[in-house]
């Protein structure tokens, strides 16, 4: 019993056999009216202005690593929508399965999945002067990944207000 406790030990001890990841580091993006915090790592993708230079409403970005994962921060361009009727408009297809609402006249949020399930999409936007969003998508099998980072972007775009 004795040597099974030491030898226990010693392998409590020694290097571990896979190191885990480095933890996320997250920087803040200013665009189409509004500051998050984003992931670093979706800026090692693709990524590109909507409405281009001249007229820039926003960003989206589409990281190298997770190709089936995108982040859009924008400013609203339709001016006589509720938030939640814009951002309905901007992220749920016909089939789209809602799972998660919120719809306020200042407030609006909304979640789900595709109709075959295999994609999880959230978005949310806020109304001050203008209506500000962010919405992403991303694989369901990357919802381990991608939940709480949905949920820090929302923090840190709430503090907008």
């Known amino acids: 019993m004795r040597a099974f406790g030491f030898a226990f030990g010693l392998l409590?001890?020694?290097?571990?056999?896979?190191?885990?990841?480095?933890?996320?580091?997250?920087i803040e993006s200013l665009s189409g009216g509004s500051k998050i915090e984003i992931p670093e790592f979706f800026e090692d993708g693709d990524g590109?202005?909507?409405?281009?230079?001249a007229e820039n409403y926003g960003s989206v970005f589409r990281p190298a690593s997770y190709p089936d994962a995108e982040l859009?921060?924008?400013?609203?361009?339709e001016k006589k929508m509720t938030p939640f009727e814009y951002l309905k408009q901007a992220i749920v297809g016909d089939d789209?399965?809602?799972?998660y609402k919120i719809d306020r006249p200042?407030?609006?949020?909304?979640?789900?999945t595709s109709p075959d399930g295999e994609f999880i999409f959230y978005g949310m936007c806020q109304k001050h002067?203008?209506?500000?969003?962010?919405?992403?998508h991303w694989n369901k099998k990357d919802q381990a990944l991608f939940q709480p980072i949905a949920e820090r972007i929302a923090?840190?775009?709430?503090?907008?207000?």
Do not use: H
């Not at 200042?106 to 789900?112: E, H, N, R």
């Not at 002067?129 to 992403?136: E, L, Q």
């Not at 923090?155 to 207000?161: G, L, P, Q």
């Open 155 to 161: 923090r840190s775009f709430r503090k907008n207000r």
């Open 72 to 77: 859009r921060q924008y400013r609203a361009l």
């Open 106 to 112: 200042s407030l609006a949020v909304i979640s789900g």
């Open 48 to 53: 590109w202005l909507l409405g281009g230079f």
């Open 129 to 136: 002067r203008t209506v500000t969003c962010f919405d992403m």
């Open 12 to 26: 409590a001890l020694s290097t571990p056999m896979a190191v885990a990841k480095e933890p996320i580091k997250w």
């Open 96 to 99: 789209s399965i809602v799972t």
